[in-house]
């Protein structure tokens, strides 16, 4: 695990055009926020007329645009694209990059926009089965010569795959919660596990059940960083906090219980509640803002509490 906390900026891109995403990945590099998570819809849930780019249409255009970021969609839905695609595309975008793509990957779950867009929409069971087969293709993809694979989803006959990612390994974060598969999952193929925020509350359960299947199969779990997605509110002072809390109600509250999941207070606060998830486990933060990431946020954000912890 990392000895200092790392700190992205995830930015589900609806409502926002490609120049907000720029000027956003812009500000944040000049800042030193570590990277960028975009998201893998093609809408928004609930909200069918609101504006949603592509993501990794867009973070190929950012890694032209940015020189440090690391850059990723949180988390690829493996349900849209063949596994060989996906490496590809995650292949491409570490060479414009220059070596920093970090390839999400997860089961998916929005079922609305699986209808809308004439996916089939299997039980998750079926879902995590179909994801362990990518896993499983892709990191052959990156690691060899040609990859052959017969699964119940998949099947891949002597396919080459030239160039290989810059990055040895092209680092592959998992998403989601799940004590049995998912951690599994996490243990065999990721440098990273990103714990959604619904699952937040069970991490010390979920990081048993990884260290028990590290156990397994043989692998080091400090190998393996932690993450986590985390809503933050925050303020200069208690009446600032307020006035955030309430914007963030409107652009986050639909999908964000901000008493229960979110950080909220101002940054001697964030640096409390911070600090209470590192000793925890985690060390990495995927941090999804109440406001999106307005400039003052990330500002205050990046000079008043990751500054501060990182120093220890």
């Not at 990392?2 to 700190?7: D, L, R, S, V």
């Not at 390839?103 to 779950?109: E, I, K, N, P, S």
């Not at 990612?165 to 998403?175: E, F």
Request: glycine share 10%.
């Amino acid at each position: 695990m990392a000895n200092k906390p790392t700190f992205s900026l995830f930015l589900p891109q609806a409502a926002m055009d490609y120049e907000m995403i720029r000027e956003r990945a812009l500000a944040i590099e000049d800042l030193g926020y570590d990277g960028l998570w975009l998201v893998d819809h093609l809408m928004a849930g609930g909200l069918p007329d609101v504006d949603f780019i592509e993501g990794w249409t867009a973070i190929s255009a950012l890694a032209e645009a940015t020189s440090r970021l690391r850059l990723g969609l949180l988390v690829t839905c493996n349900s849209f694209r063949n596994p060989g695609i996906v490496a590809k595309m995650a292949t491409t975008v570490d060479h414009i990059s220059k070596g920093r793509c970090e390839l999400g990957m997860g089961a998916g779950w929005l079922e609305e926009e699986y209808r809308a867009y004439g996916y089939d929409f299997p039980a998750i069971g079926t879902r995590i089965d179909q994801l362990e087969e990518s896993l499983e293709i892709i990191t052959g993809l990156f690691s060899g010569q040609t990859t052959t694979f017969k699964g119940r989803h998949y099947s891949f006959e002597n396919a080459p795959f030239m160039p290989k990612p810059l990055q040895k390994p092209l680092p592959i974060t998992i998403g989601g919660g799940g004590k049995r598969r998912m951690m599994g999952l996490v243990a065999r193929f990721a440098q990273r596990w990103n714990c959604p925020m619904p699952s937040a509350h069970e991490l010390s359960q979920h990081l048993e059940s990884l260290k028990e299947h590290c156990r397994r199969v043989g692998r080091d779990m400090a190998e393996i960083s932690i993450s986590e997605q985390t809503a933050i509110v925050i303020g200069r002072d208690r009446a600032e906090v307020e006035v955030k809390k309430q914007m963030a109600q409107v652009m986050i509250g639909s999908f964000v219980d901000l008493s229960t999941m979110a950080l909220i207070g101002t940054p001697d606060e964030i640096i409390v509640g911070l600090r209470k998830k590192m000793r925890a486990g985690v060390d990495d933060f995927a941090i999804l803002f109440g406001d999106f990431g307005m400039p003052d946020t990330l500002e205050l954000f990046a000079t008043e509490v990751a500054a501060k912890l990182r120093k220890g």
